[in-house]
Antibody, heavy 120, light 111 residues
Framework: EVQLVQSGAEVKKSGESLRISCKGS????????ITWVRQMPGKGLEWMGR????????NYSPSFQGHVTFSVDKSLSTAYLQWSSLKASDTAMYFC?????????????WGQGTTVTVSS | QSALTQPPSASGSPGQSVTISCTGT?????????VSWYQQHPGKAPKLMIY???KRPSGVPDRFSGSKSGNTASLTVSGLQAEDEGDYYC???????????FGGGTKLTVL
């Protein structure tokens, strides 16, 4: 079974750093882009960007460029989303999702989400 | 990059059909046949329902269908069932600079 399993909920303070994870299994992790999606409380989905685990190529949404960093550890089949200095406005649910094998711009499997709460 | 425009809510009685629209521009929906639709239940991850405008993944009932005309895509749910309630989001490829954009979401209520 193809799965993405994300790390648990986090509670942080403004200015702190954070890294959350997304572990893939049941498929060739290095061959499919991983996309990160933000969902602020009570709001819709926002495309943050994506990373290709095979060579760590990245595409960032202009809205998130410079504030977050994507990375991968191929040996652990795990993708990461990190912040060096959190803001209260980063409070949200964050999802990772993998690119479909049959459609270039489709996300077919999603992680369960990681809740990040940042207090000011 | 502005979000795609969806109506905030839609509703229908069991057995009826409902259509949710998703309006973009020639830079996203109108320019590519890469529109997807996702269903999300409260506290859960989104689930892929339609991809590439009108294709259904394995396991998604054929009551769900997608279409596109110009800069507007649509999701139609026929024979509404209670379990179809939830939030529905459209998304489209938007070119190599902005890459992808989501709609604001539509809350579907089965009356």
């Amino acid at each position: 079974e193809v799965q993405l399993v994300q790390s648990g909920a986090e509670v942080k303070k403004s200015g702190e750093s954070l890294r959350i994870s997304c572990k893939g299994s049941g498929y060739s992790f290095t061959n499919y882009w991983i996309t990160w999606v933000r969902q602020m409380p009570g709001k819709g989905l926002e495309w943050m960007g994506r990373i290709y685990p095979g060579d760590s190529e990245t595409n960032y949404s202009p809205s998130f460029q410079g504030h977050v960093t994507f990375s991968v550890d191929k040996s652990l089949s795990t993708a990461y989303l990190q912040w060096s200095s959190l803001k209260a406005s980063d409070t949200a649910m964050y999802f990772c999702a993998k690119r479909s094998a049959i459609s270039r711009y489709t996300l077919d499997v999603w992680g369960q989400g990681t809740t990040v709460t940042v207090s000011s | 990059q502005s979000a795609l425009t969806q109506p905030p809510s839609a509703s229908g009685s069991p057995g009826q059909s409902v259509t949710i629209s998703c309006t973009g521009t020639s830079s996203d929906i109108g320019g590519y046949n890469y529109v997807s639709w996702y269903q999300q239940h409260p506290g859960k991850a989104p689930k892929l329902m339609i991809y590439d405008v009108n294709k259904r993944p394995s396991g998604v009932p054929d009551r769900f269908s997608g279409s596109k005309s110009g800069n507007t895509a649509s999701l139609t749910v026929s024979g509404l069932q209670a379990e179809d309630e939830g939030d529905y989001y459209c998304t489209s490829y938007a070119g190599s600079n902005n890459f992808a954009v989501f709609g604001g979401g539509t809350k579907l209520t089965v009356l």
